[in-house]
């Protein structure tokens, strides 16, 4: 069956691929795009066999739980944008929250900054959010049983599947840091010796926790054996996360932000992510300029986008976190047009703004997430992203369990009023308690044009999602570009402290650069950045997909 379904997919790429390396997947009926061809072709099989777009995301989104494990999971948390073809728009936001006992001072260590003990132990897990969110999901809008959802997981994980050349690296080079982990270890080698592509990587207790959640949905992960196993492990580790947290563990349907850039519908993720918040916030002031003129690329347009990233970054430390928790959040003043235009007024065309390292800055984070963008032959369409925080997460799999803990506490503040110049941040909103969602960046988006569908995007890269977002929104809506091409332009951030553009290599000239210094930029060359999935919808009987190609192969499944 696995053999089989690799032949179709090399079939239809090397059908789609005419045209020339930026011409865009493309696809009649339906399409699922993500970080890997097996998770996105069992999407696609969703929807040929009757699913809808949310059938589809959460059929993918367990697969990559097993073929993706770096960020695939039912360990970690994530948003999901639902915008069906009729109807109103849904956000559901299965974001992990912290366990009983978390503070905001837990993160010190006899008074001082732990970075271990916030991003890298026991203490760094948050309780899981995925298969709730999941499940809440499609207890809403899907279609197809449960069961049949998650199956296909269930026989990947018990049965295996060939490993990728992208995967080998990707385990080869996390080994190391999975050796204080022999559980992890004994799941992601052949004893101690890193996979080769090709080798059939089995995971068998993941298959069996699996199994238990496509039996008994999410009781299967947040009770009896599943949660049992999550809180033995806590328990030997000094890990805060309960039995009874898991059980209570609730994923929340939130109505999602709504804002307008020239002419098109943005639906995006309210808190608890930044991302919805920020991206329309900085819409808003771009949409004053004209972009098109300046042209892609220009010094112009990079410096007025740069400014726009600067000042919405600069909100997000100082506003938001989880909503439950801090009730005076004024999202609807940022992410209004006047405000959008009062900020506006503060950027000089000719030169860069100063951040101000006093106020707050931003911690170190890691940049893997994954982005699952679906459309249906209804057009319905669903935006997920989801994720472990860093690679692999907490790398630390649950004996007995196979999967891996998110470490995504470390996107709490570290401690309070803690803002230093070396980009930790103190302020209020985002501090650790218990039940409390850590504030994330994830910007699962959809954008409408009189109310028809035109474009699903989202990317994973930590802080850098939101500009990633942002950047493939530009690309299409004010430089022209197809899918494709939108997905591949060079990227650039900004995120207000530390103050500098950092951009992807070959995406700014040098002449470019100069121009910007000339206007006061620092500028720094990063390795990639994102890995966005973009679907856009040029007319009724079309489907355009554009796949990242930045740190796996992709993977495009259509019909
Ligand atoms: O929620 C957040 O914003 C981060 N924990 C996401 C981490 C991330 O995107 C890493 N991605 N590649």
Redesign the pocket.
């Known amino acids: 069956m696995r053999l089989t379904t690799r032949i179709v997919v090399l079939t239809l790429l090397s059908v789609t691929a005419v045209g020339g390396g930026s011409a865009p997947v493309r696809a009649r009926h339906g399409m699922v795009l993500s970080e890997d061809q097996i998770a996105s072709q069992v999407g696609v099989d969703i929807l040929r066999n009757g699913g809808t777009a949310i059938d589809a995301a959460i059929a993918t989104a367990f697969v990559l739980a097993v073929t993706f494990p770096s960020?695939g999971n039912i360990g970690g948390g994530g948003f999901l944008v639902y915008r069906p073809a009729s109807d109103a728009s849904v956000a559901y936001d299965f974001r992990e929250v912290a366990p009983p006992g978390s503070s905001a001072e837990m993160f010190l260590r006899d008074g001082h900054y732990d970075f271990d003990r916030h991003h890298n132990s026991y203490l760094s897990v948050g309780v899981p959010g995925t298969v709730r969110g999941l499940h809440l999901a499609w207890k809403e809008h899907g279609k197809l049983p449960w069961r049949q959802l998650v199956d296909p997981a269930v026989k990947l994980a018990r049965d295996g599947f060939p490993v990728s050349s992208q995967l080998a690296q990707s385990l080869r080079s996390v080994l190391h840091d999975m050796q204080v982990y022999p559980v992890s270890v004994a799941q992601f080698s052949r004893n101690g010796t890193p996979y080769e592509p090709l080798e059939i990587l089995k995971q068998p207790d993941l298959g069996r926790t699996l199994q238990r959640i496509a039996v008994q949905g999410p009781s299967g992960f947040y009770e009896g054996e599943t949660a049992a196993l999550i809180e033995r492990d806590m328990k030997a580790h000094g890990g805060l996360v309960t039995g009874a947290a898991l059980k209570a563990y609730e994923a929340k349907k939130r109505t999602p932000l709504r804002g307008g850039y020239r002419g098109y519908e943005i639906t995006s993720m309210p808190p608890s992510?930044s991302g919805g918040t920020a991206l329309i916030e900085m819409l808003n002031m771009l949409e004053g300029y004209d972009l098109t003129s300046s042209g892609y690329g220009s010094a112009t347009a990079v410096h007025l986008t740069v400014e726009a990233m600067r000042r919405a970054f600069a909100d997000r430390a100082r506003y938001l976190g989880d909503p439950d928790f801090n009730s005076n959040m004024p999202i609807d003043r940022l992410i209004s047009k006047p405000y959008g235009a009062q900020l506006r007024r503060t950027i000089a065309t000719n030169r860069a703004s100063i951040s101000s390292p006093t106020t707050f800055s931003w911690p170190a984070?890691?940049?893997?997430?994954?982005q699952i963008s679906v459309v249906d032959s209804q057009r319905n369409a669903v935006s997920l992203t989801y994720?472990l925080?860093?690679s692999y997460g907490s790398r630390s799999v649950v004996p007995g369990a196979g999967f891996l803990l998110n470490n995504?506490m470390?996107?709490f503040n570290a401690a309070p009023g803690l803002t230093t110049a070396e980009s930790l941040i103190g302020s209020d909103p985002n501090l650790a308690a218990p039940r409390k969602r850590?504030l994330?960046?994830?910007t699962p988006t959809i954008l409408t044009k009189n109310g028809k569908l035109f474009m699903v995007t989202g990317s994973?890269?930590?802080?850098t999602?939101i500009n990633t977002v942002l950047l493939t929104i530009l690309n299409v809506v004010d430089f022209g570009m197809n899918a494709q091409e939108a997905v591949d332009a060079g990227r650039f951030h900004h995120q207000w402290l530390p103050d500098r553009i950092q951009y992807e290599r070959l995406s700014l000239s040098p002449d470019t650069q100069s121009l910007l210094r000339s206007k006061g930029h620092e500028l720094r060359e990063t390795a990639s950045q994102?890995?966005a999935e973009v679907i856009v919808v040029p007319g009724d009987d079309v489907l355009e997909g554009g796949v990242d190609r930045r740190r796996t192969g992709g993977g495009a499944g259509v019909y």
């Open positions: 960020a992510s984070e890691s940049a893997e997430t994954t994720t925080e860093y995504e470390g996107d850590m994330s960046s994830m994973p890269g930590g802080r999602i994102g890995a």
